[in-house]
């Protein structure tokens, strides 16, 4: 089974700045995965998916990247509304995801 | 609009039931695997298992495993998913998600009902 760690848990920024999150699989994997983001009292938000791909209403400020088996999300020029919760997920055996990185304002 | 819409909140006892609906609206109902996906107060998500809105074939997370039972009525476009056996662990928000691809039992999770909060307590 595959193991999807998130780091930082909390990432304290500025509205402006450029917010890098990080999902490393526990081994290697294909490039199917995703991003969510989430909001006090709502249902998560598809961001990203296939590593790399901005869903359906996402702004261009979200880019998905990998690098061997650590993907990250880049979030340039943090907007207030971005802030809340991200996920990552990856369909492998299981439908497994990361334990979330907490965007907050700094 | 393309949306799922969820059963409201509810209040159970230990022991007892739960069974949650999701209502799809505005897509290709048995095009699309759905999932089942819980949070407990203040964690993570955890997915609990999928249905084939088209077959009716069903997989779920081994730790739900004799405990969850996914179906649905194509006829209505709702899908539903039962947890027996209810304890306080299992007071959570449950979602039920379609996957983004047509057909594709694991995927991105690309439209999410609204969320349906169950307390277990006595």
């Known amino acids: 089974e595959i193991v999807l760690t998130q780091s930082p848990a909390t990432l304290s920024l500025s509205p402006g700045e450029r917010a890098s999150l990080s999902c490393r699989a526990s081994?290697?994997?294909?490039?199917?995965l995703a991003w969510y983001q989430q909001k006090p009292g709502q249902a998560p938000r598809l961001v990203i998916y296939?590593?790399?791909n901005r869903a359906a209403g996402i702004p261009a400020r979200f880019s998905g990247s990998v690098s061997g088996r650590d993907f990250t999300l880049t979030i340039n020029s943090l907007e207030p509304e971005d802030f809340a919760v991200y996920y990552c997920?990856?369909?492998?055996?299981?439908?497994?995801f990361g334990g979330g990185t907490k965007v907050e304002i700094k | 609009q393309v949306q799922l819409v969820q059963s409201g909140a509810e209040v159970k006892n230990p022991g007892a039931s739960i069974k949650v609906s999701c209502k799809a609206s505005?897509?290709?109902?048995?095009?699309?695997?759905i999932y089942w996906v819980r949070q407990a107060p203040g964690q993570g998500l955890e997915w609990m298992g999928w249905?084939?809105?088209?077959?009716?074939?069903?997989d779920y997370a081994q730790s739900f495993q004799g405990r969850v039972t996914m179906t649905r009525d194509t006829s209505t476009t709702t899908a539903y998913m039962e947890l027996s056996s209810l304890t306080s662990d299992d007071t959570a928000v449950y979602y039920c998600?379609?996957?983004?691809?047509?057909?594709?039992?694991?995927?991105?999770?690309?439209?999410w009902g609204q969320g349906t909060k169950v307390t277990v307590s006595s």
């Open positions: 998600a379609k996957v983004l691809e047509w057909q594709q039992i694991k995927g991105a999770l690309d439209l």
């Open positions: 505005e897509y290709t109902f048995i095009g699309y695997y």
């Open positions: 249905i084939n809105p088209n077959s009716g074939d069903t």
């Open positions: 081994q290697n994997v294909n490039r199917y």
């Open positions: 296939d590593t790399s």
């Open positions: 997920q990856h369909r492998s055996n299981w439908l497994t």
